[in-house]
């Protein structure tokens, strides 16, 4: 059910992926540097990033792009409904394609969440020159599984919802289309650390000692499965490090892509 108009971020403009507009912020930065992309949590979108993106361009002068996933933000529908197979086709089909059409190669991919475990397979696959992933998921917790459930109730109260219509077009269909897919049961088995253990490009982690949607070891797996250099950062909060701590986290990014992501 559409809400019957666009959410777009200030700033941003659309790329088409399969005849599909896709939502796009494109800040300029240094030519000569891998650029920053950006990839969203479950429920979020280009402005749910809120002011991460100018916070993180301002501290590193590097091209910095996020985007909205398919039904999410002022992007397009999906093209066919969302099952656990996404994070792969996200990852191997959308991003190559995105990146090709934004004329980036080798960027230093930035995802928090769902988006994380997206960066973390395209790294395995694909040449990053870095990845940084906030509260990434490699495995199916029960804690994730029973965050979940409590925010389909909040979703279903209609609160969360109308938070949701304010940032995206279609908020029944990224709401959805994340939920359905962390709680069909023949998700619990899936599992990342085969990816993570073919990622060699400088990795750092980020994850909040808190974090309601998963514990300590999603990061405890990636880095124990890592082939190359990982670093590693527990912050005070929650499921939202960058926007929790984000004077611990920008900073930390800033000097992890200064230094490793050149």
Not at 6 to 35: F, K, M, Q, Y
Not at 38 to 66: I, K, Q
Not at 129 to 146: K, Q
Not at 153 to 166: F, T, V
Request: hydrophobic letters at 45%; proline letters at 7%.
């Amino acid at each position: 059910m559409s809400t019957g108009g666009r959410a777009s971020a200030a700033g941003t403009s659309t790329v088409e992926i399969d005849g599909i507009p896709i939502e796009v912020l494109d800040l300029p930065g240094a030519e000569n540097e891998a650029a920053l992309v950006l990839l969203h949590e479950g429920l979020g979108s280009v402005a749910l990033w809120r002011g991460f993106p100018s916070e993180l361009h301002r501290a590193t002068g590097r091209r910095l792009v996020a985007f909205s996933r398919y039904g999410h933000g002022a992007s397009g529908p999906a093209p066919r409904p969302r099952t656990p197979a996404f994070f792969h086709e996200e990852a191997l089909d959308v991003l190559p394609e995105l990146l090709s059409k934004l004329h980036l190669t080798g960027p230093v991919l930035i995802g928090h969440s769902d988006g994380a475990s997206i960066a973390l397979i395209h790294a395995a696959h694909q040449r990053v020159s870095g990845i940084v992933l906030l509260a990434p998921h490699v495995i199916v917790e029960e804690i994730t599984v029973a965050a979940i459930r409590r925010t389909r109730e909040a979703y279903a109260g209609g609160e969360l919802r109308s938070r949701m219509a304010r940032h995206h077009a279609d908020p029944d269909a990224a709401f959805w289309g994340w939920c359905d897919v962390w709680l069909d049961p023949a998700f619990r088995a899936w599992s990342l650390e085969v990816e993570a253990a073919q990622v060699s490009a400088p990795m750092l982690l980020i994850q909040g000692a808190e974090d309601p949607y998963g514990s300590l070891e999603q990061i405890d797996r990636i880095e124990a499965q890592a082939s190359g250099p990982v670093q590693r950062l527990v912050v005070p909060g929650g499921h939202a490090p960058h926007v929790e701590q984000g004077a611990q986290v920008v900073p930390a990014i800033a000097q992890f892509v200064g230094r490793d992501c050149s």
